[in-house]
């Protein structure tokens, strides 16, 4: 045990920072929430298709397969019912899509040529990175061709002057993040799937993840992107210069398109120097009330070297202990309800440790938290992010999951969780909320041991209309994929989706991309709230 500098000893008492090799391996503990009885970790399949195939689209021939064969070479076909599974079905096993051949060029010319005959054809297509999303967005919703981007995974180049990665869209976001570390670097982003995932479609869900706090957007880190539109051309703004004023930022239309405008097939991307010193603490509170206040005293006592503030409820918790290997409760004596992890990451050890001291000595003393435990190397790091990042594979170890990826005011937060458990009483399911508290980020999770058409009537469009309500967003970073396409009226006016409409005709004219995904499929309905 190491004892927090300048605490006394009756909040030590309570406040006792533990080493990794003092607690004793916890089993899993149900919350009330927990009802684990006839849940099943079996695959599971979600709703139907929301609409039917559309009939402008063609269908594959053997003509058209021999095309691809020609340009690609057949190790670059993918046609087994097999090897097509992983391409077919997201990985939450949500989503299942029919495909018959998916295709992985090798550059950018590739792509082009793959998209100007799809085009002239007027085959859908489907974009697909590391098909980790949660909306249904990177499979296909009928017998769309996918067009895969794992063989482009060339890392270009790094200006180790300026920072700026230049590197092929199919890039796993770790190895990105093991190279960069490497040389000094870190990625501005990081996400629980980052061993799965791939920049180029990172970037086109605008994905956020645990550093967004510090770093912000990709919109403000992307610098350039090279990308091939509907109709098979290529628009190359694959710039590494920071300051571009000259004419429209295409590069924004394409970060958060989901694939409907385009192919992005590479990506400059500034990078932040590596942090010397970084710090994790995970904190428990009694109750929301003392997170939020607990993240206030955060941002004024660590300001400039925060760079992660997460948080998760006990049903998160006892979920993540039941279904990840190993995972341990670093606080098996304290009952809380709630969880907060904080992360500092600076230039100066000393520096950072004596102001988290501080901070913690002051939260500890003004009531905020309730016990607390400090990493005392880079392994306990890693364990004590495991609890939050594991939190999302967990949930999908206990049967069928409703996901909910929501913006909302702070403060109102996780009364959507609890407002959601009290509108779902009677049902054979449990909910728990979770997500990044520095951002607004909250995760709304309700499981179940099958998808039930009642369940997801009682949530939908309820969730969104009490999001609509506070002017929150229903897609804070996953995107609206197929399962929030028609929900988009919650968030955005009109206007501006007619707006997205004629921006959509442009780059992909006969609206092969990604078809029935990101845009509304049907017009406003009068029981929405509109914006």
């Given at each position: 045990?190491?004892?927090?500098?300048?605490?006394?000893?009756?909040?030590?008492?309570?406040?006792?920072?533990?080493?990794?090799?003092?607690?004793?391996?916890?089993?899993?503990?149900?919350?009330?929430?927990?009802k684990p009885r006839g849940f099943s970790a079996r695959p599971v399949r979600g709703p139907p298709p929301p609409v039917p195939r559309d009939p402008k689209f063609a269908s594959l021939t053997?003509?058209?397969?021999?095309?691809?064969?020609?340009?690609?070479?057949?190790?670059?076909?993918?046609?087994?019912?097999?090897?097509?599974?992983?391409?077919?079905?997201?990985?939450?096993?949500?989503?299942?899509?029919?495909?018959k051949l998916a295709l992985k060029p090798k550059d950018t010319e590739q792509v082009a040529q793959i998209l100007r005959y799809c085009n002239g054809r007027k085959l859908a297509v489907v974009p697909q990175g590391g098909n980790t999303g949660l909306v249904g967005g990177s499979v296909p919703v009928f017998d769309e061709v996918v067009v895969s981007l794992s063989n482009m995974n060339k890392i270009v180049s790094l200006d180790e002057v300026s920072g700026v990665l230049v590197a092929e869209a199919g890039c796993v976001l770790e190895s990105l993040s093991n190279f960069l570390e490497e040389r000094g670097f870190i990625m501005p982003l990081d996400l629980g799937a980052k061993g799965s995932c791939q920049i180029g479609g990172n970037v086109a869900t605008n994905a956020g993840g645990i550093r967004f706090v510090r770093y912000g957007s990709l919109r403000?880190?992307?610098?350039?992107?090279?990308?091939?539109?509907?109709?098979?051309?290529?628009?190359?703004?694959?710039?590494?210069?920071?300051?571009?004023?000259?004419?429209y930022d295409l590069k924004q239309l394409f970060i958060g398109s989901e694939g409907s405008l385009g192919i992005i097939t590479g990506v400059s991307i500034l990078c932040p120097v590596k942090p010397k010193s970084v710090q994790v603490a995970l904190l428990a509170c009694s109750d929301y009330n003392m997170v939020c206040k607990t993240f206030i005293e955060a941002k004024k006592e660590l300001g400039e070297?925060?760079?992660?503030?997460?948080?998760?409820?006990?049903?998160?918790?006892?979920v993540t202990l039941k279904h990840i290997p190993g995972a341990r409760d670093p606080m098996p004596s304290t009952?809380?309800?709630?969880?907060?992890?904080?992360?500092?990451?600076?230039?100066?050890?000393?520096?950072?440790?004596?102001?988290?001291?501080?901070?913690?000595?002051?939260?500890?003393?003004?009531?905020?938290?309730?016990?607390?435990?400090?990493?005392?190397?880079?392994?306990?790091?890693?364990?004590?992010?495991?609890?939050?990042?594991?939190?999302?594979?967990?949930?999908?170890?206990?049967?069928?999951?409703?996901k909910y990826d929501l913006s909302v005011p702070v403060p109102e937060m996780y009364s959507l969780v609890e407002a959601t458990r009290e509108r779902l009483k009677g049902q054979d399911v449990f909910t728990v909320g979770y997500g990044h508290i520095g951002d607004g980020n909250l995760h709304l999770n309700t499981c179940g041991p099958a998808y039930d058409p009642k369940v997801e009537h009682l949530l939908e469009p309820w969730v969104y209309e009490?999001?609509?309500?506070?002017?929150?967003?229903?897609?804070?970073?996953?995107?609206?994929?197929?399962?929030?396409?028609?929900?988009?009226?919650?968030?955005?006016?009109q206007t501006a989706i007619d707006l997205m409409a004629t921006i959509k005709t442009v780059f992909d004219p006969n609206g092969i991309l990604n078809p029935y995904k990101v845009l509304p499929r049907r017009p406003f309905g009068d029981h929405q709230v509109k914006v």
């Amino acid at each position: 045990q190491r004892r927090v500098h300048g605490v006394d000893d009756s909040a030590f008492n309570m406040f006792c920072v533990r080493a990794s090799s003092s607690s004793a391996c916890v089993g899993a503990r149900l919350s009330k929430l927990l009802k684990p009885r006839g849940f099943s970790a079996r695959p599971v399949r979600g709703p139907p298709p929301p609409v039917p195939r559309d009939p402008k689209f063609a269908s594959l021939t053997d003509k058209d397969v021999s095309f691809f064969e020609s340009l690609l070479g057949s190790s670059g076909l993918v046609q087994e019912a097999d090897a097509l599974e992983p391409h077919n079905t997201d990985w939450m096993r949500k989503y299942q899509g029919h495909s018959k051949l998916a295709l992985k060029p090798k550059d950018t010319e590739q792509v082009a040529q793959i998209l100007r005959y799809c085009n002239g054809r007027k085959l859908a297509v489907v974009p697909q990175g590391g098909n980790t999303g949660l909306v249904g967005g990177s499979v296909p919703v009928f017998d769309e061709v996918v067009v895969s981007l794992s063989n482009m995974n060339k890392i270009v180049s790094l200006d180790e002057v300026s920072g700026v990665l230049v590197a092929e869209a199919g890039c796993v976001l770790e190895s990105l993040s093991n190279f960069l570390e490497e040389r000094g670097f870190i990625m501005p982003l990081d996400l629980g799937a980052k061993g799965s995932c791939q920049i180029g479609g990172n970037v086109a869900t605008n994905a956020g993840g645990i550093r967004f706090v510090r770093y912000g957007s990709l919109r403000g880190t992307v610098l350039g992107l090279k990308a091939v539109t509907g109709s098979g051309d290529v628009i190359d703004t694959l710039t590494s210069v920071r300051k571009d004023n000259t004419g429209y930022d295409l590069k924004q239309l394409f970060i958060g398109s989901e694939g409907s405008l385009g192919i992005i097939t590479g990506v400059s991307i500034l990078c932040p120097v590596k942090p010397k010193s970084v710090q994790v603490a995970l904190l428990a509170c009694s109750d929301y009330n003392m997170v939020c206040k607990t993240f206030i005293e955060a941002k004024k006592e660590l300001g400039e070297v925060v760079s992660a503030v997460e948080f998760f409820d006990k049903g998160s918790l006892d979920v993540t202990l039941k279904h990840i290997p190993g995972a341990r409760d670093p606080m098996p004596s304290t009952a809380s309800g709630f969880y907060v992890l904080i992360e500092t990451s600076g230039s100066n050890k000393d520096h950072d440790q004596e102001k988290l001291n501080g901070f913690l000595e002051k939260a500890m003393t003004e009531g905020l938290i309730q016990d607390g435990v400090v990493a005392q190397d880079t392994k306990h790091a890693k364990d004590l992010w495991r609890l939050r990042e594991g939190i999302s594979e967990s949930l999908g170890k206990t049967g069928y999951v409703y996901k909910y990826d929501l913006s909302v005011p702070v403060p109102e937060m996780y009364s959507l969780v609890e407002a959601t458990r009290e509108r779902l009483k009677g049902q054979d399911v449990f909910t728990v909320g979770y997500g990044h508290i520095g951002d607004g980020n909250l995760h709304l999770n309700t499981c179940g041991p099958a998808y039930d058409p009642k369940v997801e009537h009682l949530l939908e469009p309820w969730v969104y209309e009490w999001t609509a309500k506070r002017r929150g967003s229903v897609s804070a970073e996953h995107g609206l994929g197929l399962m929030k396409a028609d929900d988009i009226y919650y968030s955005k006016p009109q206007t501006a989706i007619d707006l997205m409409a004629t921006i959509k005709t442009v780059f992909d004219p006969n609206g092969i991309l990604n078809p029935y995904k990101v845009l509304p499929r049907r017009p406003f309905g009068d029981h929405q709230v509109k914006v």
